[in-house]
C-alpha cells in the first residue's frame, strides 16, 4: 500500500471475541482504519450470522473487513489456542457475559500478567457498581437511561428506532483503544479499556439532566416539549406527504413566509419575534397547515434549499440506498458476502484525507482464515 493509502491503524492487530453489535461495532471500525481484525467465532459460527427479523443485517452491517478463525474456548485446547493468538495482537475485544472471560482465563488480568502491553477492551451492560453484573440489551438501558421517556409521548416510553447504545458503546470502545494505543506508545504499557450501554445512554441524556440541575425542572418528553422555535415541526402537504421544516430565526420566518406565498404573516405584530411567535405557536402552526396543504414537496424543497431554510422529507431506511448524496460522497459501497452474493454497505460517516475508509474485502465466511492464522501459530510452536 502506497504512503497515501497507507490507513492509520495498518499493523495494528485485533482478535475479536464478540457477537451481536456494541463489539462488532468496534471491532468494525479499528478494521475499517486499517487493523488487521481475526474474529474467533464458535464452532458452527456466531449466531448473529443466522439472527432473524429486525436482527437479519447485524452480522454483515457490523463485521466487514475482518478475518474469520473457529475457535472453541469451551474446551481446554481452544482457551490455550486463543491465548496463543491473543500472544500474538496487540488488542482484545470481548461484550460476552460479565464473568464469562473470567471463567476461560481470558481475562485482562490474566492474560496481562504475560502481556504487559496489550490492550484489552471490554463491551458490558453496565460500568463497575451496583448494576455491573446485571445482563442488559439496548432496549434496558434505553428504559433505565432516560432515552425512551424522552423519545415517546408522555406516558408511553418508546425506544429509539435503532441500536443507537449497541453502536455508540462500540463507537466509544474504539475511542478508548485509540487512547490507549496513544498511551501504550508513550509508556510501553497497555491497559483495559470499559464501555457499557447504560453509562453510553445516560451521556445521551446528559443534556436533559443538566436542564433540570439549571432551572428545576423536569423536563417533559420531547413530544410533549416545548419548543425554542417556533416553526420548527412535520406538516402534511399535497398528495399527503410529510415534510419537515425549521425556521429557527426571524429571518428564516420571513424567508419561509415569501417561499409560501404568505408575505403578510411576517407582516403581523403577534409574529415579529420568534418569542412572540413561540406564544402562539398553536395558531401559527395551524395557519402554515392550511397554506403548505397546497404546496407539492418536490417542488417546495428546492425553494426552501435556495432560500436557506432547513427542510428535511421523512425518509424510510430502503429510501436511502439510493440516497443522491450517499452515492455521491461515496458513504455506500458494494461488499461481497459470505454466500458470494453483493450488497450495499454503510462506511464510516468520517472522511481521512479527503477519502472515505471502505471495503478492503469480502465479508468472511465462517473459519474461512483459520488455517492461514492458527497455522501460523502452529509454525511458530514447532520452531
Aim: proline share 7%; charged share 20%; aromatic share 6%.
Amino acid at each position: 500500500m502506497s504512503q497515501e493509502n497507507r490507513l492509520p491503524l495498518e499493523g495494528v492487530r485485533v482478535v475479536e471475541f464478540t457477537h451481536m453489535v456494541m463489539g462488532p461495532t468496534c471491532g468494525m471500525i479499528l478494521a475499517d482504519l486499517g487493523a488487521e481484525v481475526i474474529k474467533v467465532e464458535p464452532p458452527g459460527g456466531d449466531k448473529t450470522r443466522k439472527l432473524p427479523g429486525l436482527g437479519i443485517g447485524f452480522f454483515r452491517a457490523f463485521n466487514r473487513n475482518k478475518k474469520s478463525v473457529v475457535i472453541d474456548i469451551n474446551t481446554d485446547e481452544g482457551r490455550e489456542t486463543a491465548a496463543d493468538l491473543i500472544g500474538e495482537c496487540d488488542i482484545v475485544i470481548e461484550n460476552f457475559r460479565p464473568g464469562l472471560m473470567a471463567a476461560c482465563g481470558l481475562d485482562y488480568t490474566t492474560l496481562s500478567r504475560q502481556h504487559p502491553g496489550l490492550i484489552y477492551v471490554s463491551h458490558k451492560g453496565f460500568l463497575p457498581g451496583p448494576y455491573e453484573k446485571r445482563l442488559a440489551l439496548d432496549e434496558v438501558v434505553q428504559m433505565m437511561g432516560g432515552l425512551s421517556y424522552m423519545t415517546g409521548p408522555v406516558g408511553r416510553p418508546l425506544r429509539a428506532g435503532t441500536s443507537v447504545n449497541d453502536i455508540m458503546g462500540g463507537m466509544f470502545g474504539a475511542i478508548g483503544v485509540l487512547a490507549a494505543l496513544r498511551e501504550r506508545d508513550a509508556t510501553g504499557r497497555g491497559q483495559e479499556v470499559q464501555s457499557a450501554l447504560f453509562e453510553n445512554c445516560v451521556f445521551l441524556s446528559s443534556q436533559h439532566m443538566q436542564q433540570y440541575s439549571m432551572t428545576g425542572e423536569a423536563p417533559p418528553p420531547m413530544p410533549a416539549r416545548v419548543s425554542a422555535w417556533s416553526v420548527y415541526d412535520v406538516f402534511t402537504l399535497a398528495n399527503d406527504e410529510q415534510l419537515f421544516i425549521g425556521a429557527v430565526s426571524d429571518k428564516q420566518f420571513i424567508k419561509l413566509c415569501d417561499v409560501l406565498g404568505c408575505p403578510e404573516f411576517a407582516a403581523e405584530p403577534q409574529f415579529a419575534t420568534n418569542a412572540e411567535r413561540v406564544a402562539v405557536r398553536p395558531l401559527l402552526l395551524e395557519r402554515f397547515g392550511a397554506v403548505l396543504r397546497h404546496h407539492d414537496m418536490q417542488v417546495l424543497m428546492p425553494q426552501l434549499e435556495a432560500a436557506g431554510i432547513p427542510f428535511a422529507p421523512i425518509v424510510r431506511p430502503e429510501q436511502l440506498l439510493d440516497d443522491p448524496h450517499l452515492r455521491a460522497s461515496g458513504g455506500i459501497a458494494p461488499m461481497e458476502t459470505d454466500d458470494g452474493t453483493v450488497t450495499d454497505v454503510v462506511l464510516l460517516p468520517i472522511m481521512l484525507g479527503g477519502r472515505r475508509p471502505g471495503v478492503r474485502q469480502a465479508l468472511a465466511k465462517v473459519g474461512e482464515h483459520t488455517q492461514q492464522i492458527l497455522g501460523r501459530l502452529t509454525r511458530k510452536v514447532a520452531a
